[in-house]
């Protein structure tokens, strides 16, 4: 996955819209993320999972307590992300559930969360998922072969929770980097030549009977 924008309304420490540019790196493959304490570095890799599992790097936050304490009521929380996987390209928007002031008179609302993907090419971009949270979720899981869990180590590398990926059991290990370097085909391949085998194997068998 090379990200490409991201764009956070009201998330985080962030009061209004702040967007990222990362094609400004060009084609260079390392760059740092720097920042003073409380700048909203992990906001950044926070906001990258959400928009695409709606579920934050760490399980100590929740989607809904990523609002920005100091926005405006009428600024609803949001985060659009552009990416690129292989050839093709495609961009994610989601809000969490939240706590608005009602656009008619006094009080709050709850507006529930929504999330919308589309895919992009020469001629524009094409609606894959229209405002279903967890269609979007699960249409993001095909297209990455990773959970929200696997995601969080293999790709985002929150604060040292790279460990948990060297600590994890080998059968752990062994899908989670299965799903990343696709080597299911190699699976394939090896159950077809044991069907073959054992096939070649009853041939054998047969013609040794009839002699």
């Excluded at 926070?46 to 609002?67: H, N, P, S, V």
């Excluded at 060297?166 to 190699?186: C, K, N």
Aim: glycine share 6%.
């Amino acid at each position: 996955m090379r990200p490409i924008k991201l764009s956070m309304t009201a998330f985080g420490p962030f009061i209004a819209t702040e967007t990222v540019d990362f094609e400004v790196f060009g084609e260079r493959p390392l760059f740092l993320i720097n920042g003073d304490t409380g700048a909203g570095k992990s906001t950044i890799l926070d906001a990258m999972c959400f928009a695409l599992y709606g579920q934050t790097t760490g399980k100590e936050r929740e989607a809904m307590q990523m609002r920005c304490d100091y926005a405006d009521d009428n600024t609803a929380t949001s985060v659009a992300f552009t990416f690129e996987l292989g050839d093709e390209q495609y961009r994610i928007e989601r809000m969490p559930e939240q706590t608005r002031a009602k656009k008619s008179g006094k009080g709050t609302t709850t507006q529930k969360a929504r999330a919308e993907l589309w895919q992009i090419d020469d001629e524009g971009e094409t609606v894959l998922v229209p405002e279903k949270v967890t269609e979007a979720t699960q249409r993001i899981e095909e297209l990455t072969g990773l959970l929200v869990d696997q995601f969080r180590q293999v790709m985002v590398l929150p604060q040292g929770q790279f460990r948990q990926l060297l600590m994890a059991d080998s059968s752990s290990r062994e899908h989670i980097f299965s799903q990343l370097f696709e080597t299911g085909i190699y699976k394939k391949i090896e159950d077809k030549l044991k069907l073959q085998a054992k096939k070649i194997e009853s041939q054998k068998t047969a013609l040794e009977n009839e002699q």
